[in-house]
């Protein structure tokens, strides 16, 4: 997706606004944290969000996928690049997944807070995914669904989950 694409703007707005919404969300749930520790989780995830917010705008990940592209065609291996693509796919996935599981396994932090890490990783998968740059992947993250692409909505419904996560989190003593 580029500037000059269709509906990369309503689906660049659709994203600087969630990532903004779940930044605020979990830098407010930060200060009102009752421990140390989910202080320290919710700032963090705040932090994150603002980034992808921030990336939504740059675009790095476009222009270093341009620049590994250009890498490939030099020494003549972007024809047999999917293989490779896969792997990253897969191990970056399996990362994320892996420190998401221990980050929720070794602490002994309440539903809400689980519930904001597991849609913070996912709007950074969907990162990950989106940066290797697959063809058939383009095709549906790219694919038009409303107003805007599909990968606006991907991103405005982990954005979501962590807002009503952070929400929860103080709402209830079973979700603190």
Same mark, same amino acid.
């Given at each position: 997706?580029?500037?000059?694409?269709?509906?990369?703007? #309503?689906? !660049?707005?659709?994203?600087? *606004?969630?990532?903004?919404?779940?930044?605020?969300?979990? #830098?407010?749930?930060?200060? @009102?944290?009752?421990? %140390?520790?989910? &202080? /320290?989780?919710?700032?963090?995830?705040?932090? /994150? %969000?603002?980034?992808?917010? =921030?990336?939504? =705008?740059?675009?790095?990940?476009?222009?270093?996928? *341009?620049?590994?592209?250009?890498?490939?065609? #030099?020494?003549?291996?972007?024809?047999?690049?999917? +293989?490779? !693509?896969?792997?990253?796919?897969?191990?970056?996935?399996?990362?994320?997944? +892996?420190?998401?599981?221990?980050?929720? @396994?070794?602490? @002994?932090?309440?539903?809400? *807070?689980?519930?904001?890490?597991?849609? $913070?990783?996912?709007?950074?998968?969907?990162?990950?995914?989106?940066?290797? $740059?697959? %063809?058939?992947?383009?095709?549906?993250?790219?694919?038009?669904?409303?107003? =805007?692409?599909?990968?606006?909505? *991907?991103?405005?419904? +982990?954005?979501?989950?962590?807002?009503?996560?952070?929400?929860? #989190?103080?709402?209830?003593? &079973?979700?603190?």
């Amino acid at each position: 997706m580029t500037a000059a694409s269709p509906g990369a703007d #309503a689906t !660049q707005l659709a994203g600087v *606004l969630a990532f903004a919404a779940a930044a605020a969300c979990c #830098a407010w749930r930060g200060v @009102r944290a009752a421990s %140390h520790g989910d &202080r /320290v989780v919710w700032r963090s995830m705040a932090v /994150v %969000h603002a980034i992808l917010a =921030i990336e939504v =705008i740059v675009g790095v990940r476009y222009e270093a996928r *341009l620049a590994v592209d250009a890498w490939l065609e #030099a020494r003549r291996l972007y024809s047999g690049r999917e +293989a490779l !693509q896969w792997a990253l796919v897969v191990a970056a996935v399996a990362a994320l997944a +892996a420190g998401t599981a221990m980050l929720l @396994r070794v602490s @002994r932090t309440a539903a809400a *807070l689980r519930l904001a890490l597991l849609g $913070s990783a996912a709007a950074v998968a969907v990162f990950c995914v989106e940066s290797v $740059s697959m %063809h058939r992947v383009d095709a549906v993250l790219y694919a038009a669904a409303g107003p =805007i692409r599909s990968i606006g909505w *991907l991103w405005v419904c +982990a954005a979501v989950l962590v807002c009503v996560a952070a929400w929860r #989190a103080g709402s209830s003593p &079973r979700a603190r």
